[in-house]
């Protein structure tokens, strides 16, 4: 259990609409960067900075909700919310029919970073209220963002090894594999692409970056070095998400490779 | 009506056969014999559908209606991974496994079982085999079968299919890719193996004079149907249909 965040030692500096004006003259830059390359972009910045404003003021005022009244069912429909957007983005991601591919993903999604938020929840913070959705809901943003990147990447990868090795596979069934040995090897390839960011971002991680929840929270006065400890957290807890997920859809979706009969379909 | 290679009856009976595929029909009501210990081409111009009937028979795919019997059962009452062990498939385009020529005969012999291949955890079957198909094991066992020629890819997935000791071995245009030189001496590989071994061949081929030289039977498709079949000899001289006729007059 982490230590609770101590009383920051100076005021945050506030933000006011004034300000947030001031912060668009950056996205007016970017605006006219494209229009000077005309690259057809300037459109798509304006666009893209007004649906920002509007979804992440929204989100925040749901979110001063759920702390305010706080009941345990409605903090679960905000992570089921949550779940079914990253679980449609990753499908949306993917070059195979919604049938085949949302029951695998939503499965997945749901056991990979269900298991894992309570596990971060109960055994790693210990949460006295087991619903509080000042630690559930930008624990679960995080997971859900990374496992549905993984699901997508895993998919993906999955049909294109199976696609380019086609003939392999059918080489090792007629020499009476499984089709779990036939698509060993197409398997391996789908999961470490699934599970390479994962690496990468643990090797890098206060070297190359510095993750948003940890800038945040030193931002809103906590000591770094217990901003540092829960961005071990959430890395473990992020590699963990995205493995087991990316290894459920690519077990399950290796089996739609294959009839009943261990003959390759399509 | 069902036509036959062999009087005698064979290893694979077809009866009234259809596949589609892609709402194609690839193959239109086929009844077939085919002979066991022998090796039988199967002729025909592209899309008669060769290579559909030959994948049928390793149960690669299955035919949308009638049936494929295998020593007189059903192929699908055969649990599928112990039919392909004893179906030897050698693909058009060979594909090598990652690793060694030897590393693709262990993982063949590996899959079967040490049932099938009791010898498996010794040495020297892989010399056997390589020998078998005119490769020398001193210079070819530890070499990348990635990198090798295409004609001796082709020699290693000979080997790598026998090396489950299977009782038929399907080929499905093993020469296509090779030049002439290679792929005769490839079929004359094949040929003795056959008669050495004794187990029963059935090869798609484009090639004829490979159906003339090495084949005991042949079977004439056209458009998913068996336009004729008899002994390779009498099909070759004495053609009874003009459409099988026409065919090795133009090929």
């Known amino acids: 259990m982490l230590a609770p965040v101590p009383p920051s030692a100076e005021p945050i500096i506030d933000v006011s609409w004034f300000d947030l004006g001031l912060a668009a003259m950056l996205v007016l830059v970017a605006v006219a960067i494209s229009a000077w390359q005309r690259i057809g972009l300037a459109r798509g910045f304006v666009v893209g900075a007004i649906r920002a404003v509007v979804q992440l003021v929204l989100v925040g005022y749901v979110l001063v909700y759920l702390f305010a009244v706080d009941r345990w069912w409605l903090v679960l429909l905000a992570l089921l919310v949550m779940l079914a957007a990253a679980t449609k983005t990753s499908t949306d991601r993917v070059d195979a029919p919604r049938r085949v591919i949302l029951p695998i993903t939503s499965t997945a999604m749901l056991v990979g970073t269900g298991l894992t938020l309570v596990y971060v929840a109960a055994v790693v913070l210990q949460l006295e209220n087991w619903h509080n959705p000042r630690y559930l809901i930008p624990l679960f943003g995080m997971i859900t963002g990374n496992a549905m990147n993984g699901a997508a990447l895993a998919a993906e990868r999955l049909g294109s090894e199976m696609e380019a090795r086609r003939a392999e596979v059918e080489a090792y069934l007629a020499l009476g594999a499984s089709p779990a040995r036939a698509s060993a090897d197409a398997v391996r390839r789908a999961l470490a692409a699934a599970l390479i960011p994962s690496v990468n971002g643990l090797m890098v991680v206060g070297l190359v970056t510095l993750p948003g929840m940890m800038t945040g929270q030193i931002l809103a006065g906590a000591s770094p070095l217990l901003a540092v400890r829960y961005q071990i957290v959430v890395a473990f807890m992020l590699a963990g998400a995205v493995a087991a997920t990316a290894a459920i859809v690519v077990l399950w979706y290796r089996k739609r490779f294959f009839t009943a009969a261990e003959q390759l379909r399509g | ?251």
């Open chain 2, 1 to 251: 009506m069902e036509e036959t290679v062999s009087s005698a009856g064979g290893e694979f009976l077809l009866r009234d056969v259809v596949q589609e595929k892609h709402g194609a029909r690839l193959l239109d009501g086929v009844s077939l014999a085919l002979p066991g210990r022998e090796v039988t081409a199967l002729i025909g111009p592209s899309g008669a559908g060769k290579t559909t009937l030959l994948r049928l028979l390793d149960r690669l795919d299955d035919p949308v209606s009638g049936a494929v019997l295998f020593h007189g059962r059903p192929v699908t009452e055969y649990p599928v991974r112990e039919l392909r062990c004893r179906i030897g498939f050698v693909f058009q385009t060979p594909v090598m496994f990652p690793g060694t020529v030897a590393d693709n005969l262990r993982i063949a012999a590996e899959l079967a079982g040490p049932e099938r291949v009791p010898d498996s955890g010794q040495g020297g079957w892989i010399g056997e085999l390589l020998r078998a198909v005119e490769l020398d094991p001193a210079i070819y066992a530890e070499r990348d079968a990635g990198r090798l020629s295409g004609g001796e890819k082709q020699r290693v997935s000979i080997a790598r299919a026998l090396a489950t000791r299977p009782e038929v071995l399907l080929l499905d245009e093993p020469t296509s890719a090779l030049d002439p030189e290679v792929a005769e001496r490839l079929m004359g590989t094949v040929a003795r193996l056959n008669r050495e071994r004794g187990h029963t061949t059935v090869m798609v081929t484009h090639r004829l004079a490979e159906a003339r030289d090495f084949s005991t039977h042949t079977v004439m498709l056209e458009a998913g149907r068996v336009v004729e079949a008899g002994p390779t000899r009498q099909l070759f001289e004495n053609a009874s249909n003009p459409r099988t006729r026409a065919y090795l007059a133009v090929a």
